[in-house]
């Protein structure tokens, strides 16, 4: 009866409604030998919350079975395999995993799979691979939307002080969509509570007026304001 009830919550992973797939993920979850059906399942699941709970029945199954094999999901032709490969990575949290975590995978040409590389890599790296991280990182400064230069900032931050002097270049490039990202992840760096696209529209402000023309322009808004 236990075989028939876990055949048939495979199957519902494929179902045409997502409250169903999701249903079945949780009821898979503690069943033994489903990774291969899991993995499959997340190379194509379309519903993010179903996504994540596929990841969480991977991390119930048994770590020797189920590492290799996400592993090998890393060099999948299929971005969307590749990505949740990462993201179950970084929910397993076997250190030695990060050696799977490449420089080709941290600048991954899609933006999802890099996204999630730069989360999986914090989470996963050894303190004394933290320069080196951040060394890689810092060249994707500039990619993407605000999305994606939200997840890098927050990659970087989430690496500490050893930022500060990998971003020096960066705040100096030739390149203003890479400055001005670099400004904006150096001010998150020192208030990681500072939102975002304030920081974005700052560090454009300072990068194109220069930091003293800047500091000018703040001191007269606020002589103006205290004078109203």
């Known amino acids: 009866m236990q075989e028939v009830v876990t055949v048939t919550a495979v199957e519902t992973l494929a179902a045409g409604n997502s409250s169903a797939r999701l249903r079945a993920a949780m009821t898979v979850g503690s069943e033994?030998?489903?990774?291969?059906?899991l993995l499959e399942r997340c190379a194509v699941e379309p519903d993010f919350f179903v996504r994540d709970m596929l990841t969480w029945a991977l991390t119930r199954q048994p770590v020797e079975l189920t590492v290799p094999k996400v592993l090998a999901e890393l060099q999948?032709?299929?971005?969307?395999?590749?990505?949740?490969?990462?993201?179950?990575?970084?929910?397993?949290?076997?250190p030695s995993t990060w050696a799977a975590i490449t420089p080709e995978l941290l600048r991954d040409p899609d933006d999802?799979?890099?996204?999630t590389a730069w989360r999986?890599?914090?989470?996963?790296?050894?303190?004394?691979?933290?320069?080196?991280?951040?060394g890689v990182l810092v060249t994707q400064l500039?990619?993407?939307?605000?999305?994606?230069?939200?997840?890098?900032?927050?990659?970087?931050v989430g690496l500490g002080e050893l930022v500060g002097p990998a971003l020096e270049p960066a705040l100096a490039s030739v390149d203003p969509r890479v400055r001005s990202h670099a400004r904006a992840t150096?001010?998150?760096?020192?208030?990681?509570?500072?939102?975002?696209?304030?920081?974005?529209?700052?560090?454009?402000r300072v990068d194109a007026l220069g930091p003293e023309k800047e500091a000018a322009a703040e001191a007269a808004k606020k002589a103006a304001e205290t004078a109203c």
């Open 186 to 204: 150096d001010l998150l760096l020192r208030d990681p509570d500072a939102a975002f696209a304030a920081d974005v529209e700052a560090a454009k």
């Open 112 to 115: 999802e799979v890099a996204r």
């Open 76 to 94: 999948s032709e299929t971005t969307q395999a590749r990505s949740q490969a990462l993201h179950t990575l970084s929910k397993l949290g076997v």
């Open 32 to 37: 033994p030998g489903l990774v291969d059906a």
């Open 142 to 156: 500039g990619r993407g939307d605000r999305t994606v230069q939200l997840s890098l900032s927050r990659a970087l």
């Open 120 to 134: 999986a890599a914090v989470v996963l790296a050894p303190f004394e691979m933290h320069e080196w991280l951040a």
